[in-house]
């Protein structure tokens, strides 16, 4: 039978839409590549790796501090223990970790267990008078999944080690956020002389607020807050040694130890992990 041109059109624009139904069912999304080239803005373009499912809610243009993005520009530092020279490319890092006012807007959107949201609830999330009471603390109790999934709802990904590292490090090496020298006050990390505080703090009541003038106190050379302390945060990094881990960099308000405050600090976790102590912040491409 031979077709007409309007019934060749139809057979093509059919055989298109099954191959893109298929690109995007099929393909990995950190090899989608193509959703940069069609994103119209960059509120809407997603970074490579962590793309947004499609007709997923997007965050409100503004929600306070949480859109007080960073830019940490291109070039190489001296990364781990060791010094080594890496380059990384430019990126931008929000300036202090997500909070429970922030991860609230992000549920109101995406429900647990929907296509965007989070597959469980932070511990404490059903006791309201707590949390109407911290919602300007870090969230935590939050998987990485769960961090990775309101980091794509609000435009971004979870940083690399290597990207969490430099914007708590700087150019030069240094081996805390604000220089060489650790101060006790400088950063909110338990330390050796106050182990039995952890014991008696109930659920994450010893963070300390983003809006805590304390707060500002922990500050790398480029302006991102909390990173030595408070809570310690996922990146989109795995372990080498363990690659079923992932990695957590920084200390918290229960590191018995000071040595957690350092900007080479990496904890490997499983993914399925939640704590009082650990949290999280996003980054995404330069733009």
Not at 153 to 164: D, H, N, Q, T
Not at 200 to 222: C, E, F, H, L, T
Request: proline letters at 7%; glycine letters at 10%; a neutral charge.
């Amino acid at each position: 039978m031979k077709l007409t041109p309007l019934g060749k059109t139809l057979l093509f624009l059919i055989g298109l839409a099954l191959v893109v139904t298929a690109l995007y069912r099929f393909v990995p999304p950190e090899r989608q590549f193509w959703r940069r080239w069609i994103a119209k803005d960059g509120s809407q373009a997603q970074a490579p790796g962590q793309p947004a499912a499609r007709g997923e809610p997007r965050a409100p243009a503004s929600r306070g501090g949480g859109d007080a993005w960073v830019s940490i520009p291109a070039g190489r530092f001296a990364a781990g223990d060791e010094g080594s020279e890496i380059d990384v490319a430019a990126f931008r890092i929000q300036s202090r970790e997500t909070t429970n006012r922030e991860y609230a807007a992000f549920l109101a959107q995406c429900a647990v267990g929907s296509d965007c949201g989070p597959r469980d609830l932070p511990a404490y999330w059903d006791d309201t008078g707590y949390l109407d009471t911290h919602l300007d603390h870090p969230v935590v109790f939050v998987a990485w999944g769960d961090a990775a999934a309101y980091c794509r709802w609000a435009g971004g990904r979870l940083p690399s080690i290597v990207e969490w590292e430099k914007a708590a490090r700087g150019t030069d090496g240094r081996a805390y956020p604000w220089g060489e020298t650790l101060d006790g006050q400088q950063a909110n990390i338990l330390g050796p002389d106050r182990r039995e505080e952890k014991t008696r703090a109930p659920k994450q009541i010893a963070s300390w607020a983003v809006n805590d003038p304390r707060y500002g106190r922990d500050q790398s050379p480029y302006g991102v807050l909390g990173l030595a302390g408070n809570v310690s945060e996922w990146t989109a990094s795995a372990s080498r040694e363990e690659p079923d881990l992932m990695l957590a960099a920084g200390g918290s308000w229960d590191s018995w130890d000071y040595g957690d405050a350092r900007t080479t600090q990496r904890l490997p976790k499983p993914p399925t992990d939640r704590s009082s102590s650990l949290g999280f912040r996003c980054a995404r491409d330069s733009r």
